[in-house]
């Protein structure tokens, strides 16, 4: 069974380029290919977990709420070049 599952529907993008390693890119490209979707959606599906998972950045996001205004609301999806 996967962890990640495919997206209903395509969301709202922004383009970010990134440099991968060729295995990591790689896997990636595999991994998006066993779940039938895109390798920006493994990305993104990837940091919301860590970020979820992750106890220490979550009380440093919440201790930076505290300092600094409210982010805006609107949600932004990230798409990558893979080349």
């Known amino acids: 069974m996967s962890v990640l599952k ?3 529907k ?3 993008t922004t383009v970010v380029q990134l440099r991968l390693d060729e295995e990591a890119r790689s896997t990636l490209t595999k991994y998006a290919e066993f779940l039938e979707c895109s390798p920006s959606h493994v990305v993104t599906e990837a940091l919301k977990l860590v970020y979820r998972k992750d106890k ?3 009380s440093w996001l919440s201790g930076q709420h505290t300092q600094t205004s409210e982010p805006s609301k609107k949600e932004a999806s990230f798409q990558l070049e893979l080349k």
């Open 6 to 8: 495919a997206p209903p």
């Open 10 to 12: 395509q969301p709202k």
């Open 56 to 58: 220490d950045f979550q």
